[in-house]
Nanobody, 124 residues
Framework: VQLQASGGGLVQAGGSLRLSCAAP????????MGWYRQAPRNVRELVAG???????NYAEFAKGRFTISRDNAKNTVYLQMNRLKPDDTANYYC???????????????????WGQGTLVTVSS
């Protein structure tokens, strides 16, 4: 299932954004929904993931600043990003899978169904 992220934009450092991502249909309860990001010349890295029963995991850079949430009834996952930094500038992608690795390499990229992503730009 290809998920489309929205909510990105341009924000000043210290600001906030809320990203949203809705699946076109029901998501199996075994599926984890999550957010990845990729900056130019960087790898695609996991930001946060959430299971259907609400268990979460975060990348170190996201802890304390970002919050992932999920509305199972709406098949939607959100990413609230606070205290944004210029280093957070990237394309953000949402994905649904039984396993979300910390890093997605070029060889594993096609194992997942990626939407277009949403661009987050944080100015200093």
């Amino acid at each position: 299932v290809q998920l489309q992220a929205s909510g990105g934009g341009l924000v000043q450092a210290g600001g906030s954004l809320r990203l949203s991502c809705a699946a076109p249909g029901d998501i199996d309860s075994a599926i984890i929904m999550g957010w990845y990001r990729q900056a130019p010349r960087n790898v695609r890295e996991l930001v946060a993931g959430i299971s259907s029963d609400g268990r979460t995991n975060y990348a170190e850079f996201a802890k304390g600043r970002f919050t992932i949430s999920r509305d199972n009834a709406k098949n939607t996952v959100y990413l609230q990003m606070n205290r944004l930094k210029p280093d957070d500038t990237a394309n953000y992608y949402c994905v649904a899978s039984k396993y979300l690795p910390p890093i997605v390499t070029p060889t594993t990229l096609d194992l997942f169904s990626w939407g277009q992503g949403t661009l987050v730009t944080v100015s200093s």
